[in-house]
């Protein structure tokens, strides 16, 4: 599956691999009443990833101790 134009976007973001007019981009999309929602959808499924993650570590430490 290929990622949308705004999972781009904010991969690039997250990685500090966007340019001047990627910012500009960004920035006009998450103020546009169109594609917030996209947005919206986009980290919210990047921060649980996160949190998963990290919740996946502190069960790996708790079994080391």
């Known amino acids: 599956m ?6 781009k976007l904010i991969e690039k973001l997250i990685s500090n691999k966007l340019s001047g007019e990627e910012v500009s981009e960004l ?9 917030q929602q996209e ?6 499924a990047y921060f649980y990833q ?10 790996q430490s708790e079994k080391s101790i």
């Open 50 to 59: 996160l949190l998963k993650e990290e919740q996946k570590h502190e069960n």
């Open 27 to 35: 920035l006009a999309g998450i103020t546009s009443e169109e594609q």
């Open 2 to 7: 290929s990622l949308s134009r705004v999972e």
């Open 39 to 44: 947005y919206s959808e986009v980290l919210e």
